[in-house]
C-alpha cells in the first residue's frame, strides 16, 4: 500500500493526514468538550489565526472546500448578484454547483484568461458591461479569485490588490479560494497578511485538507460586518460540527509552529525538483511555469502509458484552448519525497 501511495500523483487529496494533525486529534480526543464551537480550540483559534493574519478575525472551521468556498461566497453575495471569477475557478468547475446553491442562485460570472490568473484589464471590460443600472442583469456584487490557481499559477500580491481596488471601486466584496493557500505564500515568501487582507481580501477560505489536514478548512472573515449570521448560515448549510473541536485541533495544529507552511515548502519544493527533471526531457512541455505544488505538462502518449504501466497514477486534464497534445497534471505535496519524485523521473527516463 505505501509502495502505491508513493506512485500517486493525483491529487494532494490523496495523501494521509500528517503526524502532526493526527497527533493533535488524538490529544483532543481527552474527556468532554462543550459542542457547536463552544469549546477550548476553537476559542483559541481564533486568537492563534489573528496572530497568523496579523488582524482581528472571524474563523468558521468546516470539512470540505467547496462548503468553505459556497458559504463565504453566500455571506457577501446576493441571489441576485454576480460572482466575477476566472474560467477555471474551482468554484465553477468543480463544486456542483454548491456556490449558486448557498447564494441562492446568484450567477457566477466567468472571465478568460491565459493561466488562471484573471487580468485586471479584464475584469474592468466586464464590470463596465454589467453596469448596476441594469436591472435586467444580475448585480456584480463579488470579485472570487484563487491563490494558488487551479493552473497552479500563483498571483503576485500586487496584482491581487490591482483587481481588489478595481472591484472595490464598484462596491464589490473579494472572497479568496484559499485551497493551496500556503503553497503561494511560500512561493512569493510573503506574509499571510500580505496575501490575504492587505491585498484586499475580505473573506478567505483557508484550505488545510490538502495540505495535512484529515479533513479541515476554515472561512476566516476580516469584515466582521460580513460575518454576521456565518455561523447561522453554516448552521442552515449542515455545516455546523456538534464536536467541532476536532476541526478547530486540526486547523490549530497546522497553524502553530507553521506546520502548514512547512508542509506546503516540501510542497513546492518536490513540485520544482519534478518539473526540474520533465524540463530537461525532449519529450516533456511544461504548460505553465510551475509556482506552487501543482505540474502542468504535455506528455507523450507513449511515456503516458509507460508511466502508468509502472503504477505511476496521474490524471489527464482538459487541455488549454489552443494547445495540441495530452496534458496531465501532476501534484505533490508534504507526503513527497525526493526518492518518490526520482523514481517518476527515472521511470519516465527508461
Ligand atoms: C482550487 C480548489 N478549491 C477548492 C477545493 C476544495 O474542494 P473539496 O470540496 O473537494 O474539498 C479544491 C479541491 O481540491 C481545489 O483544488
Ligand atoms: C476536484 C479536484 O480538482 C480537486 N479539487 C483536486 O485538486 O484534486
Not at 500556503?182 to 491585498?199: D, M, S, Y
Not at 507513449?302 to 497514477?313: C, D, E, M, Q
Request: aromatic share 8%; glycine share 6%; proline share 5%.
Amino acid at each position: 500500500m505505501v509502495e502505491q501511495i508513493r506512485k500517486n500523483f493525483s491529487s494532494d487529496n490523496v495523501v494521509p493526514a500528517c503526524p502532526a494533525v493526527m497527533s493533535a486529534l488524538m490529544a483532543a480526543n481527552e474527556g468532554a468538550a462543550p459542542a457547536y464551537g463552544a469549546d477550548a480550540w476553537t476559542a483559541r483559534l481564533q486568537q492563534v489565526a489573528a496572530d497568523v493574519f496579523q488582524h482581528a478575525v472571524q474563523v468558521f472551521p468546516v470539512t470540505t472546500g467547496t462548503a468553505a468556498n459556497a458559504l463565504a461566497l453566500a455571506a457577501i453575495t446576493p441571489p441576485y448578484g454576480a460572482v466575477l471569477c476566472d474560467e477555471s475557478a474551482h468554484i465553477v468547475q468543480s463544486e456542483c454547483g454548491a456556490p449558486d446553491f448557498y447564494t441562492g442562485g446568484a450567477r457566477l460570472l466567468t472571465i478568460p484568461s491565459e493561466d488562471g490568473r484573471m487580468d485586471p484589464a479584464a475584469l474592468s471590460y466586464v464590470l463596465d458591461r454589467h453596469p448596476a443600472s441594469n436591472v435586467q442583469d444580475n448585480l456584480p456584487t463579488t470579485l472570487s479569485l484563487t491563490q494558488a490557481t487551479e493552473w497552479g499559477t500563483v498571483y503576485d500580491p500586487a496584482r491581487i490588490a490591482d483587481l481588489t481596488a478595481r472591484a472595490r471601486a464598484r462596491g464589490l466584496a473579494v472572497h479568496l479560494d484559499g485551497a493551496r493557500l500556503a503553497n503561494a505564500i511560500v512561493h512569493l515568501g510573503c506574509t499571510p497578511a500580505e496575501a490575504t487582507w492587505k491585498a484586499g481580501i475580505d473573506v478567505l477560505a483557508l484550505g488545510a485538507t490538502k495540505n495535512g489536514a484529515m479533513a479541515a478548512e476554515a472561512v476566516i472573515i476580516f469584515d466582521p460586518a460580513r460575518a454576521e449570521q456565518f455561523a447561522r448560515r453554516r448552521k442552515r448549510g449542515g455545516h455546523g460540527w456538534s464536536k467541532q473541536r476536532f476541526l478547530s485541533a486540526q486547523l490549530l495544529a497546522c497553524l502553530e509552529d507553521d506546520l502548514w507552511l512547512n508542509n506546503a515548502r516540501q510542497a513546492n519544493a518536490m513540485a520544482h525538483r519534478l518539473a526540474g527533471g520533465l524540463f530537461r526531457h525532449p519529450g516533456a512541455r511544461l504548460v505553465y511555469e510551475t509556482q506552487a505544488n501543482e505540474i502542468f505538462v504535455m506528455l507523450p502518449d507513449r511515456a503516458i502509458a509507460h508511466l502508468r504501466a509502472a503504477g505511476f497514477v496521474f490524471r489527464d486534464w482538459p487541455t488549454p484552448l489552443g494547445v495540441e497534445g495530452t496534458v496531465v497534471r501532476l501534484v505533490t505535496s508534504y507526503y513527497t519525497r525526493v526518492a518518490d519524485v526520482d523514481a517518476f523521473l527515472a521511470t519516465w527516463r527508461k
